[in-house]
């Protein structure tokens, strides 16, 4: 069976590595271009790119399918199956028609839950207590196509970003070593009409905290964040990110200090930040910020405008 892989981000490495430890026929790999990154701002392949070119699998990187060259340089590997995990391009309809078989996405939510770009923050920004994987056959909608694999996960109360991420990822790995498995025995299940969210991309005025809401839900937005792109409040000239916290019951006006703990107040409940990450510097314990950032009790935190 001929497998082509498209995938971009750090999601998508597991599936394509359980795929080349049990010696699939990968005949391509489509990932997005080389960005520029890092301090030199140099071109770097994309981390499934990185892998690919390591495992030296054909490689290809369009900036998109809108040309007839690329649909036909599509045609020609011939596929049977095309996986599909965190890929990041529009597939158009033509070429969703050339698989055998059919283009099957391995999506971070139980759908039709967080449909879109971020259903990982968006499902802790709601404080939704399970989430899972989904693998659907692919069609031209987005994430609409019928369900051929799922597997739900508790969502802890210590998870963040982070964690499900990884979690998520591992799971969407066995999800597709089971899709390669019984590709011949497949039953397909229409999503839901009811329940349908939408996990749109988090835009940057997400990030920053506000105190005038509860603890409870500042609480969601650190770990929905943490450890990228981090949720942040403003403090001494810099912006100082909170990678974990726990609540309290502490009372005041929203954004005080509290203590000399650093407890934070919110419009109902506190905060203590346990980890923290200033500009430019590495993650540290609360106990080492306090050592070199120095908050008086009685500051309040102000939420502001760029």
Same mark, same amino acid.
């Given at each position: 069976?001929? /497998?082509?892989?498209?995938?971009? =981000?750090?999601?998508?490495?597991? %599936?394509?590595?359980?795929?080349?430890?049990?010696?699939? +026929?990968?005949?391509?790999?489509? %990932?997005?271009?080389?960005?520029?990154?890092?301090?030199?701002?140099?071109?770097?392949?994309?981390?499934?790119?990185?892998?690919?070119?390591?495992?030296?699998?054909?490689?290809?990187?369009?900036?998109?399918?809108? =040309?007839?060259?690329?649909?036909?340089? $599509?045609?020609?590997?011939?596929?049977?199956?095309?996986?599909?995990?965190?890929?990041?391009?529009?597939?158009?309809?033509?070429?969703? *028609?050339? =698989?055998?078989?059919?283009?099957?996405?391995?999506?971070? &939510?139980?759908?039709?839950?967080?449909?879109?770009? *971020?259903?990982?923050?968006?499902?802790?920004? &709601? +404080?939704?207590?399970?989430?899972?994987? &989904?693998?659907?056959?692919?069609? %031209?909608?987005?994430?609409?196509?019928?369900?051929?694999?799922?597997?739900?996960?508790?969502?802890? #109360?210590?998870? #963040?970003?982070?964690?499900?991420?990884?979690?998520? &990822?591992?799971?969407?790995?066995?999800?597709?070593?089971?899709?390669?498995? !019984?590709?011949? !025995?497949?039953?397909?299940?229409?999503?839901?009409?009811?329940?349908?969210?939408?996990?749109?991309?988090?835009?940057?005025?997400?990030?920053?905290?506000?105190? =005038?809401?509860? *603890?409870?839900?500042?609480?969601?937005?650190? @770990?929905? $964040?943490?450890?990228?792109?981090?949720?942040?409040?403003?403090?001494?000239?810099? @912006?100082?990110?909170?990678?974990?916290?726990?609540?309290? !019951?502490?009372?005041?006006?929203?954004?005080?200090?509290?203590?000399?703990?650093?407890?934070? *107040?919110?419009?109902?409940?506190?905060?203590?930040?346990? /980890?923290?990450?200033?500009?430019?510097?590495?993650?540290?314990?609360?106990?080492?910020?306090?050592?070199?950032?120095?908050?008086?009790?009685? %500051?309040?935190?102000?939420?502001?405008?760029?």
């Amino acid at each position: 069976m001929k /497998i082509v892989f498209m995938g971009t =981000s750090n999601f998508a490495l597991p %599936t394509l590595k359980l795929l080349v430890e049990n010696n699939a +026929n990968i005949v391509a790999v489509y %990932t997005q271009p080389p960005r520029r990154a890092g301090r030199g701002k140099n071109l770097q392949l994309s981390p499934i790119g990185q892998f690919a070119h390591h495992e030296r699998l054909k490689l290809l990187h369009p900036e998109s399918f809108s =040309s007839f060259d690329e649909i036909q340089m $599509f045609k020609r590997l011939d596929p049977d199956l095309v996986i599909v995990v965190a890929y990041g391009l529009i597939l158009p309809e033509q070429l969703l *028609a050339v =698989s055998k078989i059919g283009f099957f996405n391995v999506h971070a &939510s139980i759908l039709p839950r967080w449909r879109g770009a *971020a259903p990982i923050h968006r499902a802790l920004l &709601s +404080n939704d207590k399970k989430t899972g994987v &989904s693998i659907i056959k692919l069609e %031209t909608g987005l994430d609409t196509g019928p369900i051929v694999l799922e597997r739900h996960l508790k969502i802890e #109360n210590t998870d #963040n970003a982070g964690s499900l991420h990884h979690k998520l &990822s591992h799971i969407g790995a066995d999800l597709t070593n089971l899709l390669c498995a !019984n590709i011949k !025995n497949l039953e397909y299940r229409l999503q839901d009409k009811t329940g349908i969210t939408y996990a749109k991309k988090i835009e940057k005025y997400e990030t920053q905290i506000d105190w =005038s809401v509860d *603890a409870e839900t500042i609480n969601c937005q650190i @770990r929905a $964040f943490s450890p990228k792109p981090g949720a942040w409040f403003y403090c001494g000239g810099e @912006r100082i990110k909170i990678l974990e916290c726990h609540i309290s !019951n502490g009372i005041g006006k929203a954004g005080l200090i509290l203590d000399d703990k650093f407890q934070i *107040a919110c419009s109902y409940g506190s905060i203590f930040p346990t /980890i923290l990450q200033r500009s430019g510097r590495s993650p540290m314990y609360i106990e080492n910020f306090l050592r070199g950032f120095k908050v008086p009790v009685g %500051t309040c935190l102000q939420k502001v405008n760029f």
